[in-house]
């Protein structure tokens, strides 16, 4: 190889960490990436694995399965078994982190090939870890032991954020996979995944190209490509359109600078203004190649070389469209306090929800006055915000697939059609009216193995709203952020104080978890209060916020906004403090009523700008009177149906409505039956349904995961039992799946 020569090399996963080990030089950044990225890389290949294993073919010969493109990498090779990265450290520590977390759930599963697989990638020797970063190492140890990590005074900001993203990915993985699918997910991962390495001569070498691809200019990309394309057509037009153009990409930029902004815009604009109800092939190919889109549809778009002013008026329109939606592009950056309401779009970006600026686009017109541009983008965005809540709590599916096919098969068709505020809030206020479900469904919603998310952002929203209530300072990010807020548990894990008042573990389990049982705590107290008693830290939680606060007796005695809200409310009854003599029952069944009233009032349709007409009002105060609940439940559908294999069973009539299934741990048999939306209902607590297997085989084994397909089993009159795998893999051979 000579002094500067450059060659690539493509490696799939198993091949790039396989008897090597990689080190940063001096110049390289720390650990930065945040939520956001960690969230996109790993919903990317859940995505990309599930269109995989959708595939018979590819199942049964997965070498013929095309290969998922991680992207590029530069490293240099100063020995046979050691790289240092010039650039990828970020996907390769975020990498090494979700190898991780999938050989903690391989070894819990009982799969050793795929736990030896998974340490030829983690480690180089058994011990060194294969990303050697030294600062990284005392996270990696406690991540690789299935242990808790102490953050503390002398950590760095790097090791800090090592810790955050390896929790994250761990909720997100179970939330986005079942745990029978891991397994292949990790064959996937390591024989399909591919990233490409350039490879420096030399240390020397590696620093020049670090310095020029973070100094020089980058490719031309898909927008450049359609600007290029537009300019061409133009005629005579061609400077007026070039600066205009300019003006376009400074709108979506003046906030922030991000270099992906105005693809992202366009992409939505596109998606919003011109793609085909019902056509499924525009959707994907301008999310791919938005540039070939607009030349292969320039009839459909007018953009025909017989009438140079259309290229100049589409692109005038973007411009204006883009002008417009300057305030909904910062409003999802940060949280701004200066009365637009528009923090639902923040909300809604935090929650993956990024698919709303289709639907806002889809609502403005390009020559709206800015203020109405601006509460059509906040009505869209609360109507999704509702959305999510609602999804969340009636236990359905909130992934990036179900919102999409809200926006575009609901939303974008007729939100097109609207000319003015009014016409927005009408549709939307329309949808409200059928939306399926209720918030009352969540009568015994808790924490799950794969909802931490979204039990944080619904305890969050719930804090946030009765501390603006008692107007005390607050910030709703904050108890968004699991290191400065934790979930905390109003009772610790052990049994046997309340045995006496609930015998059943099962029933301790999910009851502990349930929403009125927990709470968001200041992370430095919730270290110092460990595994206490309710009784004793209840009066600890008066430092963190009023909805724990409240709990400890007393508590509202020198509060008289706190008092009025309670009276001007009603929630004298739930709002309240609770004595030791009270039972665990009685406590978490009032916090539960709690939690649903004040989530009624947050996500009001009225109060958040869409008319709904109900035969049965909310009463003055906002709350849905009890002839209203009643009404509402008269009129509500059946709840939405699940995509797992379950429903899906149910669906072909494989299983049938109330079927029982049970499963056994330890000697001792678990029974539930399966609803008509394919939810498991544990018999030991009843209520609302596990809307997966292994959720419901988790709590009721009282383990962390649990092959649900696997374990639960249905039995016949003769007592033999046929698990839930083998039924559905007996269906899908017979095509009845």
Request: proline content about 4%.
């Amino acid at each position: 190889m000579g002094p500067d020569e450059i060659r690539s090399q493509g490696f799939s996963l198993k091949e790039l960490f396989r008897d090597v080990a990689y080190e940063i030089d001096y110049y390289q950044r720390d650990y930065t990436w945040g939520e956001d990225e960690v969230r996109t890389l790993l919903r990317d290949l859940c995505d990309s694995f599930r269109t995989w294993s959708a595939d018979p073919v590819y199942l049964r010969r997965p070498h013929t399965a095309p290969q998922y493109f991680l992207g590029p990498f530069v490293y240099y090779e100063p020995s046979k078994n050691q790289r240092y990265l010039v650039d990828g450290q970020q996907r390769f520590v975020t990498l090494h982190l979700i190898f991780l977390q999938l050989r903690l759930w391989a070894q819990e599963a009982g799969y050793p090939r795929v736990v030896d697989r998974l340490n030829r990638v983690i480690t180089t020797d058994g011990d060194q870890f294969s990303v050697g970063i030294t600062d990284h190492d005392p996270v990696l140890r406690a991540v690789s032991e299935g242990r808790k990590y102490e953050t503390g005074l002398g950590d760095s900001l790097s090791r800090r954020n090592v810790w955050a993203r390896s929790q994250q990915i761990e909720s997100q993985l179970v939330e986005e996979l079942d745990a029978e699918k891991l397994h292949r997910f990790t064959e996937w991962l390591l024989d399909r995944v591919v990233l490409v390495g350039i490879r420096a001569a030399n240390a020397d070498h590696g620093y020049r190209m670090f310095e020029t691809m973070n100094d020089r200019g980058a490719r031309l990309t898909a927008v450049d490509l359609l600007k290029s394309h537009l300019l061409s057509h133009v005629g005579s037009g061609e400077d007026q359109l070039n600066a205009q153009w300019h003006e376009m990409l400074r709108e979506l930029t003046t906030d922030r600078e991000d270099s992906t902004a105005a693809s992202r815009f366009i992409k939505a604009y596109l998606l919003a203004r011109c793609a085909r109800e019902g056509l499924d092939d525009d959707r994907r190919q301008i999310a791919t190649n938005l540039n070939v889109w607009v030349r292969q549809n320039a009839t459909h778009l007018g953009l025909v070389p017989e009438r140079p002013d259309n290229f100049l008026r589409f692109v005038q329109d973007m411009l204006k469209s883009a002008r417009l939606f300057r305030p909904i592009l910062a409003a999802g950056r940060e949280l701004k306090r200066d009365g637009d309401r528009l923090e639902a779009v923040l909300f809604n970006e935090r929650n993956g929800l990024s698919v709303q600026a289709v639907a806002v686009l889809a609502a403005m017109g390009s020559d709206d006055q800015p203020s109405d541009a601006k509460d059509k983008g906040r009505l869209v965005a609360a109507y999704l915000d509702r959305w999510y809540a609602l999804r969340v709590l009636q236990d359905l599916p909130v992934q990036s697939a179900d919102a999409d096919t809200l926006v575009h098969t609901t939303l974008v068709p007729l939100l097109r059609n609207c000319r003015t505020v009014a016409d927005v809030a009408r549709v939307l206020g329309d949808l409200v009216l059928h939306d399926a479900g209720s918030i009352r469904d969540a009568g015994t919603l808790g924490l799950r193995g794969n909802n931490a998310h979204q039990i944080r952002y619904l305890l969050a929203r719930a804090t946030a709203y009765v501390e603006e209530a008692c107007r005390r300072p607050h910030d709703v990010l904050a108890y968004l952020d699991r290191d400065q807020f934790h979930i905390e548990h109003l009772w610790a894990k052990h049994h046997h104080r309340v045995e006496e008042e609930i015998p059943d573990g099962v029933v301790f389990r999910s009851l502990r978890n349930q929403l009125g049982g927990l709470g968001l705590l200041m992370g430095r107290e919730n270290s110092s209060i460990n595994d206490l008693p309710l009784h004793d830290k209840a009066p600890l939680y008066a430092r963190s916020n009023v909805l724990l606060g409240i709990i400890a007796p007393g508590y509202d005695r020198r509060n008289p906004l706190l008092r009025d809200l309670i009276k001007t409310h009603q929630l004298d009854k739930t709002l309240r403090s609770f004595g030791p003599g009270e039972s665990m029952t009685t406590v978490i069944a009032t916090r539960q009523e709690l939690y649903l009233s004040l989530f009624e009032r947050i996500w009001n349709p009225q109060r958040l700008g869409m008319p709904v007409s109900l035969p049965t009002a909310e009463n003055d105060l906002g709350e849905p009177s009890s002839q209203a609940r009643q009404t509402t439940s008269r009129r509500r559908p059946a709840t939405g149906r699940r995509r797992t294999d379950v429903a899906k069973m149910i669906d072909a009539q494989v299983l049938t409505v109330g079927t029982r299934i049970v499963l056994t741990y330890r000697s001792a048999d678990h029974w539930a039956t399966i609803d008509e939306s394919g939810g498991i209902i544990l018999t030991a607590t009843g209520g609302t349904p596990y809307g997966r297997a292994d959720e419901a085989g988790a709590v009721a084994r009282g383990t962390k995961t649990c092959q649900g397909m696997n374990e639960w089993h249905v039995e016949d009159e003769g007592g033999m039992r046929t698990s839930l795998r083998t039924l559905r893999d007996r269906a899908v051979e017979s095509g009845v799946l």
